[in-house]
């Protein structure tokens, strides 16, 4: 049951929103959806459950929000992998990002919208299919980019865009879940370099 905030509305928070929303994507991040539970959530932003429900609203709203900053911040590579200018070079930082992101000293290991997903019961369904969504539009962003690159002779006309586009975020999703059991980046770039070397040939 959610908490209704106490007080006069317009009462300032007393904390700052960015600072706790960064807090709880950590958490998530680390402990996926249902292993965050509100009071590691409220304890690692430092705020009552009630100003958590007041400021971000109810727990899958929270991670909703959270979610969306992971996609601004430690996984915009995604975006910015799609403006290299071959077919392969998207491929190459995808994955590259991929390693980076997932292996960071400062961050927890492998990737928040996979790890999240990973034991989610029906009570978060919801979480389920919001991150089935994230990945897809995902899968869709590289497939409609390798698109492109057919028609541009980047990529031999007979390539198939949808599949190729499949096997690299199954290549960037298997890197995210041997990242969290701690496979070092040495290792998981190597795995990248041979499955890059059968790339279709322009």
């Not at 911040?73 to 998207?90: C, F, H, I, N, W």
């Not at 390539?159 to 290549?171: F, H, K, N, Q, S």
């Not at 890197?175 to 701690?182: C, E, F, K, L, T």
Request: a negative charge; proline letters at 4%; hydrophobic letters at 40%.
């Amino acid at each position: 049951m959610e908490t209704k905030q106490n007080g006069p509305i317009g009462r300032p928070r007393g904390f700052d929103a960015a600072e706790a929303l960064e807090r709880a994507m950590l958490v998530f991040w680390e402990h996926g959806y249902e292993g965050a539970s509100l009071a590691r959530l409220t304890n690692a932003m430092g705020i009552s459950t009630t100003s958590m429900y007041a400021a971000f609203g109810n727990k899958e709203a929270l991670f909703r929000k959270a979610l969306e900053r992971y996609t601004e911040g430690p996984s915009a590579y995604l975006d910015r992998a799609l403006e290299e200018p071959t077919a392969l070079g998207v491929a190459a930082a995808i994955l590259a990002g991929t390693i980076r992101t997932t292996t960071l000293a400062s961050h927890p290991q492998g990737c928040m919208g996979v790890q999240s997903a990973l034991a989610v019961g029906d009570s978060g369904q919801q979480v389920r299919d919001l991150l089935v969504a994230w990945r897809d539009n995902g899968y869709a962003s590289v497939r409609e980019r390798f698109q492109r690159a057919v028609e541009d002779g980047d990529l031999p006309a007979e390539t198939d865009p949808g599949l190729l586009a499949r096997y690299v975020i199954t290549l960037a999703h298997g890197i995210a879940v041997q990242a969290a059991s701690g496979v070092c980046r040495d290792e998981l770039q190597a795995m990248t370099d041979a499955a890059l070397r059968t790339w279709p040939p322009a």
